[in-house]
């Protein structure tokens, strides 16, 4: 490939304690046919020999830059390189993962075409684009999508165990697009049908920079994309097809203790997608109900058994919220009927249900709450 070029692409890597995979990451980077501009390496206070391994890569190559800064976590490392980041398109890479060579040039190259899609109601979430090939005189349901209009577009991503084995290949792989629209997309998110990662997609620099990532969160990709969907315009582009890698190692696991902190921001992501459905997209209220239930039920079946206490302000702020929507639980459409049975019994009695619970998962090992 490595043909047209649009406009200049930044990409941002933040590094913490990164240096048995940093040197792949830096190189998949570099070897993109859609050759990036400046290779920005954010070091995030890390006491390994990543600060080293950085500065050595920025003596081999000009495109590289480094930034030196004290532990602040992911965000604050992505809004140091948003800082000085100057590309007409910008994309992350988690220092752990790698991207396929051809990556950025498949998402750049989609995101500069004008596309038309069916606005059908059967055909709204998955509306493939033809992009204008098709007949120019076939005009009937059809909406067209300059690519000045579109600021975001996505991919696919692989999961790799740490032998190397491939886990997981999200994508279809039958090379299709789809044009979402912006409700479409908030939809896919909450549904839990959608990719909140900013690793898959690149974005168009100046639209991008306009926002900044919440600081000392978790789950801050969705929350970030919360605030952009509205303001995004027309939508994004999906292309069902791989192009981002994951290795799934000890280093890379979101959740492995107890962290009320993580539940905390996980709840707060939940409820302004709430406040989003009111404000923006009525017609998916229900949707994003059902998304605080399943949240809020994940966090039920987590949270330690001797922390189900009243003196746990989170804790009964959950509880509460609960048996407030007990009637909307009851029939929400979009819980499975495991999801609503667990959710009614905890309303009413969190920690029987809880101590019932934990001995069945001791007895068998699987997750009730998906």
Not at 52 to 58: K, P, Q
Not at 72 to 93: I, K, M, Q
Not at 98 to 117: F, G, H, P, T
Not at 354 to 370: F, N, P
């Amino acid at each position: 490939m490595g043909g047209y070029r649009y406009g200049t692409l930044d990409i941002i890597i933040p590094v913490y304690n990164k240096e048995k995979y940093l040197k792949r990451c830096v190189k998949s980077a570099l070897d993109q046919t859609y050759a990036p501009d400046h290779v920005i390496l954010v070091d995030d206070g890390s006491s390994d020999d990543s600060p080293r391994i950085c500065d050595e890569l920025a003596s081999e190559n000009s495109m590289i830059s480094v930034i030196h800064k004290e532990n602040g976590g992911a965000s604050s490392a992505r809004n140091a390189g948003l800082e000085v980041s100057t590309g007409d398109y910008v994309g992350f890479l988690d220092a752990d993962d790698w991207a396929d060579s051809d990556m950025y040039e498949k998402l750049i190259s989609a995101l500069n075409l004008d596309v038309e899609y069916d606005t059908t109601p059967a055909s709204k979430e998955k509306s493939l684009l033809n992009f204008m090939k098709e007949d120019p005189d076939d005009k009937k349901n059809k909406s067209r999508v300059t690519g000045a209009e579109l600021q975001a577009a996505q991919l696919m991503n692989r999961q790799y165990k740490s032998d190397g084995t491939l886990e997981l290949d999200v994508a279809n792989d039958d090379g299709q697009t789809r044009f979402l629209a912006a409700e479409d997309f908030y939809e896919e998110l909450i549904m839990h049908t959608g990719d909140s990662s900013f690793c898959t997609k690149v974005f168009r620099g100046d639209f991008l920079r306009s926002f900044r990532f919440s600081e000392g969160e978790s789950n801050e990709d969705f929350g970030l994309l919360l605030n952009m969907i509205p303001k995004m315009g027309a939508g994004i582009l999906t292309l069902d097809v791989p192009g981002y890698n994951i290795e799934l190692s000890d280093g890379s696991v979101t959740r492995g203790r107890y962290n009320q902190k993580f539940y905390e921001d996980m709840m707060k992501n939940a409820f302004a997608a709430l406040r989003v459905a009111r404000e923006k997209y009525p017609s998916h209220i229900i949707r994003a109900e059902r998304f605080t239930y399943v949240q809020a039920l994940d966090f039920m079946l987590h949270i330690p058994v001797e922390k189900m206490k009243s003196s746990n302000a989170f804790y009964m702020r959950i509880v509460r919220y609960l048996r407030s929507e007990r009637a909307k639980i009851s029939k929400n459409p979009y819980l499975s009927q495991k999801q609503r049975e667990y959710l009614l019994l905890l309303t009413d009695a969190p920690l029987v249900v809880r101590a019932t619970h934990s001995v069945v998962m001791r007895i068998r090992d699987g997750k009730v709450s998906e």
